[in-house]
Nanobody, 128 residues
Framework: QVQLVESGGGLVQAGGSLRLSCAASGRTFSSSTMGWFRQAPGKEREFVAAISWGGGSTNYADSVKGRFTISRDNAKNTVYLRMNSLKPEDTAVYYC?????????????????????WGQGTQVTVSS
C-alpha cells in the first residue's frame, strides 16, 4: 500500500509563490505516474499537473501553464509542485495522486480515475 503525504500549503498574497511537496511511502513510487489535483470550495476536484515515472514528460491544466511546475525526485520518493504568480482563484485544497500502472510512457494522466492513491490534501489560500 502506498501512502502519500502533502505539505507546503499555506496563506500567500496574490503574485506570490509556494512549493508543495508530496512524500510517498512504498517501493513503487519511482515507476508511477504522479499527479496534482485541487478542489476549491463548492467546486469539483480538478486536474492541475502530472509527471511521468521518470520525470521526462509533464502535463498541465491550461489554467496553470506557465505558472506551475511539477517535478519529482525518485531518490527521495517525493513529487513537487512549484506555484508562481499565484492568483486568488488558485485557492483550493491540493491533492497528490499516484497511479498503480508501472512505467507508463504515454502522456501523464489528467483524469482522476487513472490514479489509485491519494493524499489527504494541503490547503493553499491566495489573498487578493
Amino acid at each position: 500500500q502506498v501512502q502519500l503525504v502533502e505539505s507546503g500549503g499555506g496563506l500567500v498574497q496574490a503574485g506570490g509563490s509556494l512549493r508543495l511537496s508530496c512524500a510517498a511511502s512504498g517501493r513503487t513510487f519511482s515507476s508511477s505516474t504522479m499527479g496534482w489535483f485541487r478542489q476549491a470550495p463548492g467546486k469539483e476536484r480538478e486536474f492541475v499537473a502530472a509527471i511521468s515515472w521518470g520525470g521526462g514528460s509533464t502535463n498541465y491544466a491550461d489554467s496553470v501553464k506557465g505558472r506551475f511546475t511539477i517535478s519529482r525526485d525518485n531518490a527521495k520518493n517525493t513529487v513537487y509542485l512549484r506555484m508562481n504568480s499565484l492568483k486568488p482563484e488558485d485557492t483550493a485544497v491540493y491533492y497528490c495522486a499516484g497511479s498503480k500502472t508501472p512505467y507508463y510512457d504515454g502522456k501523464p494522466y489528467s483524469t482522476q480515475r487513472s490514479y489509485d492513491y491519494w493524499g489527504q490534501g494541503t490547503q493553499v489560500t491566495v489573498s487578493s
